[in-house]
């Protein structure tokens, strides 16, 4: 039997019909890892055409609701809870208690942290990174890549450059694990006292290999949030570039009113 959903509504019929599923999986009507009806069922359900039904489809997997393996069909995505990303998260306190901001942030969230190390080492900056960190585009830079999971599921991948001057003397930042409080608490030990952090935040669609990283299906939206970590001198001595899975993080920030 067709179902009457949006019958009087404006909204288009595809985002109509994506709503009511996205309906079903936030109240467990259909459960993580469930199997999302066929076309053919959808097609029955709503009394619309295949295209439509895909169109709901397409909709439900740009938002990271469902993921599409070819030849099996649709299944909703077993997700972490949404987190919500901070200004919070780089308090001094943190670092002086041997936490990196990453491990403050999850375990505000409630969830496990983990971290793998993609790579370590000396590389020449990007433009838009070099002029962050006023080096000469191409300068040398260490690059510190990370991908970073909340419950065993990926959520984001980032990648800090330190100018070279700076990261040379302080050995802990080419170790895998830089110790208690992250490189942040290692470069204020070596004099590199942070007075504010600067965001630019920028949303887009993932790339091929962004979307591979962050096991997202093809198209699903990012949040690219670019990070200068300035010192009190002025210096900005560590860019964050980062990649987030949309669906998975809610940025907050508390922004003064006052001058």
């Given amino acids: 039997m067709a179902s009457t959903v949006g019958a009087k509504s404006g909204k288009p019929r595809y985002l109509q019909i994506a709503d009511d599923i996205e309906e079903q999986i936030k109240t467990g009507v259909l459960a993580p890892a469930a199997e999302?009806?066929?076309?053919?069922?959808?097609?029955?359900?709503?009394?619309?055409?295949?295209?439509?039904?895909?169109?709901?489809?397409?909709?439900?997997?740009?938002?990271?609701?469902?993921?599409?393996?070819?030849?099996?069909?649709?299944?909703?995505?077993?997700?972490?809870?949404?987190?919500?990303?901070s200004s919070d998260r780089f308090r001094r306190s943190h670092r002086l208690a041997g936490?990196?901001?990453?491990?403050?942030?999850?375990?505000?969230?409630?969830v496990k942290p983990t971290v793998r190390v993609l790579s370590i080492g000396p590389v020449e900056a990007p433009a838009e990174i070099a002029e962050r960190l006023s080096v000469a585009a191409g300068a040398k830079v260490l690059a510190r890549r990370r991908l970073y999971f909340s419950d065993g599921v990926p959520t984001e991948e980032a990648t800090s450059y330190l100018p070279w001057d700076i990261a040379r003397d302080i050995p802990e930042l080419f170790e895998e694990n830089p110790g208690?409080?992250?490189?942040?608490?290692?470069?204020?030990?070596?004099?590199?006292?942070?007075?504010?952090?600067?965001?630019?935040?920028?949303?887009?669609?993932a790339t091929k290999q962004e979307a591979t990283a962050l096991s997202l299906s093809p198209g699903s939206p990012v949040i690219h949030l670019t990070r200068d970590a300035v010192t009190t001198s002025g210096r900005v001595v560590e860019v964050c570039d980062t990649i987030m899975a949309a669906d998975q993080f809610i940025l907050d920030y508390r922004i003064p009113a006052t001058d």
């Avoid at 999302?36 to 169109?55: C, F, H, I, N, W």
């Avoid at 990196?100 to 969230?109: D, F, K, L, V």
């Avoid at 208690?180 to 669609?205: C, D, K, M, Q």
């Fill in 99 to 110: 936490k990196a901001a990453y491990i403050a942030e999850t375990e505000q969230a409630g």
């Fill in 180 to 205: 208690g409080g992250g490189i942040y608490a290692r470069l204020e030990e070596h004099g590199h006292e942070f007075t504010e952090y600067i965001e630019t935040v920028r949303a887009r669609l």
């Fill in 36 to 85: 999302v009806p066929s076309e053919a069922q959808l097609m029955d359900r709503y009394g619309v055409s295949s295209g439509t039904v895909r169109k709901a489809v397409a909709q439900l997997r740009a938002v990271g609701l469902v993921d599409t393996l070819h030849g099996k069909g649709s299944f909703v995505k077993s997700r972490p809870p949404v987190r919500r990303k």
